[in-house]
RNA sequence: GGCCCGUUCGUCUAUCGGUUAGGACAUCUGGUUUUCAACCAGGAAAGAGGGGUUCAACUCCCCUACGGGCUACCA
């Protein structure tokens, strides 16, 4: 059963956007899959038409995709397997593991309410789990396993250790509802055996009904798959993440701006860990990722590592793909693309601004030297440092900058050397040049804005300010 | 109520019976600096509480406290 290629899934419910706990899930599910060669699917676990809609679907494979996971074929959908459910259901009530219950929720609901007053556990016992088919009612019933009254089922779980239920405190649980349709626990349990799945990697909250689903794997003699049951992420306070807390579905970070990369390294590492590796590649990640190593303890969110990690990942990654990632940004927060000029003028710059940025946002800003026309209007901060005295400054550097060879360290020797010629320090003539060229007070090196915007428009912007 | 899971610096975590309990983020103090970002040096900061087991416990066992999950004809 170890050696069989690898097969996992995420499987949610489509009632809401993509969580950002749930992306966790997926990631960990597809990172433990490619990094063994095996599968990762994917199955939108649609059975309550009530509240399962298709843009939560969409919802969902658009936050996946944005973090760069990919699933293998075609999403499946749970609800059309109903028929198959259903034939599971009655397969284990042929082979006596279940049985036809007929009693009205009114029923079980006073069964609960007296158990509960007298203090007794409220698992609901049946009356009609040993009646006879000859004496059963032509009435609706619902079809509920048979839960052994004896013994312990036992879970052997990848995270969580060796978990033990005594069986008598597992219930009769429902598999087929009275309308004939499946319930979710019959659901997950046929569907991941049809689809061959080998590790059930999700949150644990679904640790208890492990033990109820191993009923049905037994039930219907199918090899139960490897269980890890991984902890919830919480919110700072260390409360269940939540909407009071901000941002909770992935897609609000995207709209953030983090890049995707940093986000899948800081996840993967939120409840993970490679010894004191903290930044990593993609590919280290699927390298080294296992389900041993994940922690057993709900984790905090912190958007500051989240930062900083993300900073990380831009300072290093390509050019070009930062480029790309600002064009889909820009489009997927609903704002206007970049000219051709800009994408070259982009691209030119990154260099300068991805070391300095650690959200998309934070390099945009950082671009806007590069990404406006002249004649650039400085902010109201800039243009406190273009005052008289500096314009004149400004005018007796522009001749040198006419005539010196456009290099980096011949530009900042000739205006060091103007400073020290004026008796002053470097940051008071770096601060106009700089409201100058990039109209801010925060851009990339000034020297950095010259090269790239090149000798000509440089010596316009700074011909612009001089009045 | 019943069953189950968890608890190392503020946060993410390392440790898998013997360590001055390590790293990272955040924070603080210096330094560097052309704004931002970064960088360099240093500081402060942790085993929930109580019992065992053991020569030795953060590590194994039990109890308590606190947090969480499940306990639906929801998923």
Excluded at 40 to 65: C, N, V
Excluded at 79 to 104: D, I, S
Excluded at 128 to 144: G, K, Q
Excluded at 361 to 382: G, N
């Amino acid at each position: 059963m170890s050696d069989k290629p690898v097969v996992t899934r995420f499987a949610p419910s489509p009632t809401g956007t993509l969580h950002i706990g749930g992306a966790r899930t997926a990631l960990f599910n597809w990172l433990f899959a490619r990094g063994r060669g095996g599968k990762f699917l994917l199955r939108i676990e649609d059975t309550d038409r009530a509240r399962s809609t298709p843009e939560a679907t969409a919802a969902i494979y658009a936050g996946l995709k944005w973090l760069g996971l990919d699933w293998d074929g075609d999403a499946t959908s749970q609800f059309e397997g109903a028929a198959r459910h259903a034939a599971v259901a009655h397969e284990m009530l042929a082979r006596g593991h279940a049985y036809k219950c007929f009693a009205t929720q009114d029923e079980i609901q006073a069964f609960r309410d007296a158990a509960r007053g007298e203090g007794r556990s409220t698992l609901y016992q049946s009356p009609w789990r040993d009646v006879a088919p000859a004496d059963h009612p032509d009435a609706p019933y619902v079809i509920r396993v048979k839960a052994p009254k004896s013994g312990e089922t036992v879970i052997m779980d990848q995270v969580q250790g060796r978990v033990v239920w005594k069986n008598d405190q597992l219930d009769d649980m429902i598999c087929l509802r009275s309308d004939g349709t499946p319930t979710y626990m019959l659901a997950v349990v046929v569907d991941d055996h049809d689809m061959g799945v080998t590790h059930v990697i999700r949150g644990d909250d679904h640790l208890a009904n492990a033990a109820r689903q191993t009923l049905v794997y037994n039930a219907m003699g199918w090899d139960v798959p490897v269980w890890a049951h991984i902890p919830l992420i919480h919110g700072p306070d260390g409360k269940k993440m939540s909407k009071r807390h901000g941002a909770t579905g992935v897609e609000e970070y995207q709209a953030l701006g983090y890049p995707a990369a940093g986000m899948r390294n800081y996840l993967t590492r939120l409840g993970w860990s490679h010894g004191d590796d903290e930044f990593f590649s993609d590919e280290q990640a699927r390298d080294w990722f296992n389900l041993g190593s994940i922690g057993k303890s709900p984790s905090r969110f912190d958007t500051k590592k989240l930062e900083n990690i993300c900073g990380q990942h831009m300072a290093v990654a390509d050019d070009a793909a930062l480029v790309a990632e600002i064009t889909t940004f820009l489009a997927a927060t609903g704002r206007e693309k970049l000219s051709d000029d800009q994408n070259a003028g982009l691209t030119r710059a990154m260099y300068c601004l991805k070391e300095r940025s650690k959200t998309l946002p934070q390099l945009i800003d950082k671009a806007y030297f590069i990404l406006t026309d002249r004649p650039i209007e400085p902010d109201e901060k800039s243009a406190r440092s273009l005052e008289t005295v500096s314009r004149g400054m400004l005018k007796e550097l522009t001749p040198h900058l006419q005539t010196v060879s456009w290099g980096r360290d011949t530009l900042e020797t000739v205006v060091a050397e103007f400073a020290l010629a004026h008796d002053t320090k470097l940051g008071k003539i770096a601060q106009p040049l700089r409201a100058a060229l990039a109209g801010r007070t925060v851009s990339p090196s000034v020297f950095d804005m010259m090269l790239v915007l090149g000798r000509d428009e440089t010596l316009a912007r700074l011909g612009d300010v001089q009045g």
